[in-house]
């Protein structure tokens, strides 16, 4: 297949799928005529009058300075950043080297991702993941990429009001790998320099203290409240939730919905939810009334066993292709039938991708 482009080191042309077929993309290749300005020797000269050149010298500056113009268009709009990426596991005659984890994280738009609420738990769940385990295996673009989505991340929470634990969680287990890789520096593999990890080390602390200083306002309405809701309605909101904690911080709004988080049956609907009927036998709590204890049930299965993930939307991994993307972007598939090529990636399944 012959390589198209306008320069044998270039990326390449862009080409988009439609329905009469692959059309090649070009984004305002018309303009790059208008916008090489020629540059003639009196400018030149009146810019450098520090440095003024011999005719010849200066028509080769002008030259340079032309295709500099030039290729600075040219970067500035054709180029463009794919929200998917090839998931190379190994060198092959076709392709040299690997994708790391570090080069998925750059490539794909995590940035915009925290902004969808679908996808917010999802990617603090894959930061998470990584500040766990995975922190030192990330290069140092892409460790510079991770501390700048978690700046946005705390951002809006600390604009929104909206869901401080997950961040608190967060922080908690990165700043605990913080400590341990500075204190053991030398035999870990930090990349950078140690000051600039003490400093890291210190903005954490220091949005750790901006969330536990959060207060969230109360919300004035005219409107129908929770309250104004019939019981077996707020009952109804109850059984939709999927954590114990929130169940826990709902029921601390008013007596009836305390009266309602404490039944035994809601307890029990979501230990049967996330652990198995073995696992729950083998931790079985009674209560002193010899009854199943379920909600104590529930926070000493969590210690033990990983709860079940539910996330409204997920980064999803073509078989035939090996490509990971979002859903909403998609990504040129050569299958015949697509969509039965693709799976729901969880944020472990994303870190196990990428162990060799």
């Known amino acids: 297949m012959p390589f198209l482009g306008q320069d044998w080191r270039s990326p390449g042309w862009s080409w988009i799928k439609t329905e009469d077929g692959w059309k090649r993309f070009e984004l305002f290749s018309h303009e790059l005529g208008d916008n090489n300005i020629d540059l003639d020797l009196n400018e030149l000269q009146d810019e450098n009058k ?3 050149f011999p005719g ?14 030039f290729n600075n268009n040219t970067k500035s709009q054709f180029f463009y950043q794919e929200k998917w990426i090839y998931v190379q596991r190994e060198s092959t005659r076709e392709r040299h080297g690997y994708c790391t984890l570090g080069e998925a994280f750059n490539r794909l738009d995590f940035s915009s991702a925290i902004q969808d609420i679908r996808r917010f738990n999802y990617v603090v769940k894959l930061l998470q993941l990584i500040a766990k385990s995975q922190l030192t295996s990330l290069s140092g673009a892409a460790q510079k990429n991770y501390f700048n ?3 946005k991340i705390v951002r809006k929470v600390l604009e ?26 030398g035999k870990s593999v ?24 959060l207060q969230i306002p109360k919300q004035v309405s005219n409107g ?43 307890w029990k609907k979501l230990c049967q939810y996330h652990f198995a009927e073995k696992q729950s036998c083998r931790h ?15 926070f ?41 090529c693709f799976m729901s990636v969880s944020p472990q399944h994303f870190i196990d991708l990428f162990k060799f």
């Open 56 to 69: 010849e010298d200066c028509e080769v500056v002008a030259k340079k300075r032309k295709k500099d113009h």
């Open 300 to 340: 000493t299965l969590q210690k033990y066993y990983p709860k079940r993930e539910q996330y409204g939307d997920t980064l999803q991994f073509c078989r035939h292709c090996s490509i990971l993307f979002w859903k909403d972007s998609g990504h040129p598939c050569t299958a015949n039938d697509p969509d039965n």
């Open 149 to 151: 989505v978690l700046e």
């Open 224 to 266: 129908v409240t929770l309250d104004d809701l019939p019981l077996h309605m707020q009952n109804n909101i109850l059984y939709k939730f999927s954590d114990g904690w929130d169940i826990v911080n709902f029921g601390q709004v008013t007596s009836a919905l305390h009266m309602l988080s404490e039944d035994r049956h809601l």
């Open 160 to 185: 929104d009001q909206q869901n401080p634990r997950l961040i608190k969680d967060l922080l908690q287990d990165l700043g605990s790998t913080l400590c341990i890789l500075i204190r053991e520096v």
């Open 284 to 298: 079985l709590i009674l209560s002193e009334k010899g009854h199943v204890d379920w909600k104590l049930m529930y």
């Open 50 to 52: 520090e440095n003024l």
């Open 190 to 213: 930090l990349v950078g320099n140690i000051n600039i990890w003490i400093c890291r080390l210190e903005t954490i602390l220091n949005w750790q203290q901006q969330l536990n200083n």
